[in-house]
C-alpha cells in the first residue's frame, strides 16, 4: 500500500530519500573498510586507555580465531556477551561477527532467572562473561547450552602496570568480584593469545543472516530475541549515515558512549556509525558514577553524545558539569525515552547544543525517525522518518489515520527486524499483513511530516472516556523549578475508572503536593490533573535509565 511521504519536503539538504543498502553487505565489510581508511586513528578508548583501529582489526581477528579454531563453532553459532562498557566489548562483538557467530547481548545486572532464560532461549553455546557478574553465569550455566565461560575484568585490555593494578584493586581491595566456580572457564586474554597464531579460516558473511539476537520486552512480558540481521544494521547505519554525514569530519569526532553497548541504541548510533566515520567511541563504564562521568567528559573533547532523558537531565544537575569545556559539542543525540522540554531547554541553555530527539525500537535496529540536526530549538517531535524508511498511523482496525489525528504509529524499512527468535506467533503480532511493524506507540504527525509521539499505548490513562497521556503531564509538572524527575501513571478509580497520579523526586525539599495540583490546574485541562502526587527518593528505572512506569502502577501506594 503506497503512502503520501510529505517529510521529504522538509529534509535536510543533502539528504536522499533513499539510502544504498546494497553497498556494504556485512557489517563486518564496514569495519574493514574503517580498519583500513582509518588505521592508526583512535577507535575506543576507556579508563584512560587507546585502542586505534588498527588494534581493534588485530585483537578482532585474535578472538575471532580463538572461536573458529580452537572452539570450533560453526557459522551461525550464538555467543553471549555479559559486560558493561569495557574494551573487552568492541573486540568480542566484531570477533564474533567476523567468525560468522550471531550476538546475543546479556544485560550482566540480569537475576540468575533472567539470564538462564535469554541463554537458553538463544542457545548460546560460548559466554563471555565479566568477573564481577560470573557469578549468576555459575547459577544458571549447568541449565543451559553453554559449552565455553569466558571471563574478563575491566583491566584486562588497560595495558601495563594499569591493568593488573585495576584487577588487584577490584578483586582485593574494594572486593567487588563475588566468589564464583566455573571449571574450564579461561580469561579472555588466554582466548586473545590462543587465537594469535592460527590462521582465521575465510567465512562468508550474508545479508540475510543474523549478526544479534537483541532482547527486548522484558518490562512488558517475555523477553523475546529480535533477529537483526547484517543488511538490518547496515542499512541503519546507511540511514543515520546520511541523516548526519553533514555535520560530522570523518576521522576526527569523539562521541561518549554512556549507554551501554549492550542496548541497541549505543550499539548502533555510537558503535556502528561512528565506526564507519572513523570516529573516537569514549566508553563509560559506570555513568551512574556522576562525578566520574564529567571528569571523563572534561578530558575527552567530545564532539557527540547520545543518551536518555534521565541522563542528560542527571547531568544537568550535577554541579561540576557546568564548567565542562563544550566548545566541540555538535551533537547531542536522544532517544530510548521520551525528552521532556524541560531538560532540553536546559541543555541548549548550558552547552549551547540543541537535544535533537531520535525515536526507535530494538525491532527497527533501532533508528526509525530524527530530527534535523539543525534544529534551532527543541521541537517537542521524534523527528521525521529517515531514508528509506516509511511511517504511518493507524488506528485498531488498521485502517490508515489523517494527518493530525491519533494513532499507533507503524513502521516499514530495511531496518525492521527479520522476525523474533523461534517465536513466529509473536512476530504475528507486531507485523501485519501488509508488513507493517506496529511499535505500540500512539502518535500524530503535522502537515510537515514531523512525527509526535503521544505515549505508549499501553500506558494511556483513561479517565472518564478522555485518553490521558502521560507524558503530556510530565512535561508539565518537569517545569516547576522544585522538581527534579517525575511519572505520571494511571491508577483504578471508582468514578473515573482512572485518575491521574504522579510520582515526584523533588530538588526542592519543600515542595508539597497542594503546590503541584495548583501548578497542574493551571496548564492541564481539569481531567488531567492529577488527583494523587507522591515524592520518593528515586524512580525505578531499567539499566539504561527508562522510567518503568508499570512497576509505579504495580507497586506504589497510593498517597493523596
Same mark, same amino acid.
Given at each position: 500500500?503506497?503512502?503520501?511521504?510529505?517529510?521529504?519536503?522538509?529534509?535536510? *539538504?543533502?539528504?536522499?530519500?533513499?539510502?544504498?543498502?546494497?553497498?556494504?553487505?556485512?557489517?563486518?565489510?564496514?569495519?574493514?573498510?574503517?580498519?583500513?581508511?582509518?588505521?592508526?586513528?583512535?577507535?575506543?578508548?576507556?579508563?584512560?586507555?587507546?585502542?586505534?583501529?588498527?588494534?581493534?582489526?588485530?585483537?578482532?581477528?585474535?578472538?575471532?580465531?580463538?572461536?573458529?579454531?580452537?572452539?570450533?563453532?560453526?557459522?551461525?553459532?550464538?555467543?553471549?556477551?555479559?559486560?558493561?562498557?569495557?574494551?573487552?566489548?568492541?573486540?568480542?562483538?566484531?570477533?564474533?561477527?567476523?567468525?560468522?557467530?550471531?550476538?546475543?547481548?546479556?544485560?550482566?545486572?540480569?537475576?540468575?532467572?533472567?539470564?538462564?532464560?535469554?541463554?537458553?532461549?538463544?542457545?548460546?553455546?560460548?559466554?563471555?562473561?565479566?568477573?564481577?557478574?560470573?557469578?549468576?553465569? *555459575?547459577?544458571?550455566?549447568?541449565?543451559? *547450552?553453554?559449552?565455553?565461560?569466558?571471563?574478563?575484568?575491566?583491566?584486562?585490555?588497560?595495558?601495563?602496570?594499569?591493568?593488573?593494578?585495576?584487577?588487584?584493586?577490584?578483586?582485593?581491595?574494594?572486593?567487588?568480584?563475588?566468589?564464583?566456580?566455573?571449571?574450564?572457564?579461561?580469561?579472555?586474554?588466554? *582466548?586473545?593469545?590462543?587465537?594469535?597464531?592460527?590462521?582465521?579460516?575465510?567465512?562468508?558473511?550474508?545479508?540475510?543472516?543474523?549478526?544479534?539476537?537483541?532482547?527486548?520486552?522484558?518490562?512488558?512480558?517475555?523477553?523475546?530475541?529480535?533477529?537483526?540481521?547484517?543488511?538490518?544494521?547496515?542499512?541503519?547505519?546507511?540511514?543515520?549515515?546520511?541523516?548526519?554525514?553533514?555535520?560530522?569530519?570523518?576521522?576526527?569526532e569523539t562521541i561518549v558512549t554512556a549507554l551501554p553497548l549492550y542496548h541497541i541504541f549505543a550499539l548502533t548510533s555510537n558503535c556502528l556509525v561512528f565506526m564507519k566515520f572513523g570516529g573516537r567511541n569514549v566508553l563509560i563504564t559506570n555513568p551512574r558514577d556522576m562525578d566520574g562521568f564529567v571528569r571523563e567528559l572534561s578530558t575527552s573533547g567530545f564532539t557527540a553524545l547520545t543518551g536518555v532523558n534521565t541522563l542528560f537531565n542527571g547531568l544537568l544537575n550535577c554541579p561540576e558539569f557546568a564548567r565542562v569545556d563544550f566548545a566541540n559539542l555538535r551533537l547531542?543525540?536522544?532517544?530510548?525515552?521520551?525528552?521532556?522540554?524541560?531538560?532540553?531547554?536546559?541543555?541548549?541553555?548550558?552547552?549551547?547544543?540543541?537535544?535533537?530527539?531520535?525515536?526507535?525500537?530494538?525491532?527497527?535496529?533501532?533508528?526509525?525517525?530524527?530530527?534535523?540536526?539543525?534544529?534551532?530549538?527543541?521541537?517537542?517531535?521524534?523527528?521525521?522518518?529517515?531514508?528509506?524508511?516509511?511511517?504511518?498511523?493507524?488506528?485498531?482496525?488498521?485502517?490508515?489515520?489523517?494527518?493530525?489525528?491519533?494513532?499507533?504509529?507503524?513502521?516499514?524499512?530495511?531496518?525492521?527486524?527479520?522476525?523474533?527468535?523461534?517465536?513466529?506467533?509473536?512476530?504475528?503480532?507486531?507485523?501485519?499483513?501488509?508488513?507493517?511493524?506496529?511499535?505500540?506507540?500512539?502518535?500524530?504527525?503535522?502537515?510537515?511530516?514531523?512525527?509526535?509521539?503521544?505515549?505508549?499505548?499501553?500506558?494511556?490513562?483513561?479517565?472518564?472516556?478522555?485518553?490521558?497521556?502521560?507524558?503530556?503531564?510530565?512535561?508539565?509538572?518537569?517545569?516547576?523549578?522544585?522538581?527534579?524527575?517525575?511519572?505520571?501513571?494511571?491508577?483504578?478509580?471508582?468514578?473515573?475508572?482512572?485518575?491521574?497520579?504522579?510520582?515526584?523526586?523533588?530538588?526542592?525539599?519543600?515542595?508539597?503536593?497542594?503546590?503541584?495540583?495548583?501548578?497542574?490546574?493551571?496548564?492541564?485541562?481539569?481531567?488531567?490533573?492529577?488527583?494523587?502526587?507522591?515524592?520518593?527518593?528515586?524512580?525505578?528505572?531499567?539499566?539504561?535509565?527508562?522510567?518503568?512506569?508499570?512497576?509505579?502502577?504495580?507497586?506504589?501506594?497510593?498517597?493523596?
Amino acid at each position: 500500500m503506497g503512502i503520501e511521504r510529505p517529510w521529504l519536503a522538509s529534509y535536510p *539538504a543533502d539528504v536522499p530519500a533513499e539510502i544504498n543498502v546494497d553497498e556494504f553487505p556485512s557489517i563486518v565489510s564496514v569495519l574493514t573498510q574503517a580498519c583500513e581508511r582509518y588505521n592508526q586513528n583512535p577507535a575506543f578508548s576507556n579508563y584512560g586507555r587507546t585502542l586505534t583501529y588498527e588494534e581493534v582489526d588485530r585483537l578482532s581477528r585474535r578472538f575471532a580465531s580463538y572461536l573458529l579454531n580452537e572452539l570450533k563453532l560453526k557459522k551461525g553459532d550464538r555467543v553471549a556477551l555479559m559486560m558493561p562498557n569495557v574494551l573487552q566489548y568492541p573486540i568480542a562483538i566484531f570477533g564474533a561477527l567476523r567468525a560468522g557467530l550471531t550476538v546475543v547481548n546479556t544485560n550482566p545486572m540480569y537475576t540468575g532467572r533472567e539470564l538462564r532464560h535469554q541463554l537458553k532461549d538463544s542457545g548460546a553455546v560460548v559466554i563471555v562473561v565479566m568477573e564481577m557478574f560470573a557469578h549468576t553465569v *555459575a547459577e544458571v550455566v549447568a541449565d543451559t *547450552a553453554i559449552r565455553q565461560v569466558v571471563t574478563t575484568c575491566i583491566g584486562d585490555l588497560l595495558g601495563f602496570p594499569k591493568g593488573p593494578l585495576a584487577n588487584f584493586m577490584l578483586r582485593y581491595v574494594k572486593k567487588v568480584v563475588p566468589e564464583f566456580r566455573l571449571p574450564g572457564a579461561i580469561t579472555f586474554n588466554q *582466548a586473545l593469545a590462543l587465537g594469535e597464531h592460527a590462521e582465521l579460516p575465510k567465512v562468508e558473511i550474508r545479508p540475510e543472516d543474523i549478526a544479534f539476537l537483541q532482547y527486548t520486552g522484558g518490562t512488558t512480558g517475555v523477553a523475546k530475541g529480535a533477529m537483526l540481521t547484517h543488511r538490518n544494521l547496515v542499512a541503519n547505519m546507511q540511514q543515520s549515515s546520511a541523516w548526519i554525514k553533514r555535520d560530522l569530519r570523518p576521522g576526527e569526532e569523539t562521541i561518549v558512549t554512556a549507554l551501554p553497548l549492550y542496548h541497541i541504541f549505543a550499539l548502533t548510533s555510537n558503535c556502528l556509525v561512528f565506526m564507519k566515520f572513523g570516529g573516537r567511541n569514549v566508553l563509560i563504564t559506570n555513568p551512574r558514577d556522576m562525578d566520574g562521568f564529567v571528569r571523563e567528559l572534561s578530558t575527552s573533547g567530545f564532539t557527540a553524545l547520545t543518551g536518555v532523558n534521565t541522563l542528560f537531565n542527571g547531568l544537568l544537575n550535577c554541579p561540576e558539569f557546568a564548567r565542562v569545556d563544550f566548545a566541540n559539542l555538535r551533537l547531542s543525540l536522544g532517544g530510548g525515552m521520551a525528552v521532556q522540554r524541560a531538560v532540553a531547554e536546559r541543555w541548549k541553555q548550558m552547552t549551547g547544543s540543541t537535544l535533537v530527539e531520535a525515536y526507535g525500537l530494538t525491532e527497527t535496529s533501532p533508528a526509525c525517525c530524527m530530527n534535523p540536526l539543525d534544529l534551532a530549538e527543541f521541537n517537542g517531535s521524534i523527528g521525521m522518518p529517515i531514508p528509506s524508511t516509511d511511517c504511518c498511523l493507524k488506528d485498531d482496525a488498521g485502517a490508515i489515520m489523517a494527518q493530525g489525528e491519533v494513532g499507533e504509529l507503524c513502521v516499514k524499512g530495511p531496518q525492521v527486524m527479520a522476525g523474533y527468535w523461534q517465536r513466529p506467533d509473536e512476530t504475528a503480532k507486531v507485523v501485519d499483513a501488509e508488513g507493517w511493524l506496529h511499535t505500540g506507540d500512539m502518535a500524530r504527525m503535522d502537515e510537515k511530516g514531523f512525527f509526535y509521539i503521544v505515549d505508549r499505548k499501553k500506558d494511556m490513562i483513561l479517565v472518564s472516556g478522555f485518553n490521558v497521556y502521560p507524558n503530556e503531564i510530565e512535561d508539565v509538572v518537569a517545569m516547576m523549578p522544585g522538581v527534579l524527575e517525575v511519572a505520571a501513571v494511571g491508577v483504578p478509580d471508582e468514578k473515573s475508572g482512572e485518575a491521574v497520579k504522579v510520582v515526584i523526586v523533588r530538588r526542592d525539599p519543600a515542595l508539597t503536593a497542594d503546590q503541584v495540583k495548583a501548578f497542574c490546574r493551571e496548564n492541564l485541562t481539569p481531567y488531567k490533573h492529577p488527583r494523587y502526587v507522591e515524592f520518593r527518593n528515586e524512580l525505578p528505572k531499567s539499566n539504561v535509565g527508562k522510567i518503568l512506569r508499570r512497576e509505579l502502577r504495580e507497586s506504589a501506594k497510593v498517597v493523596a
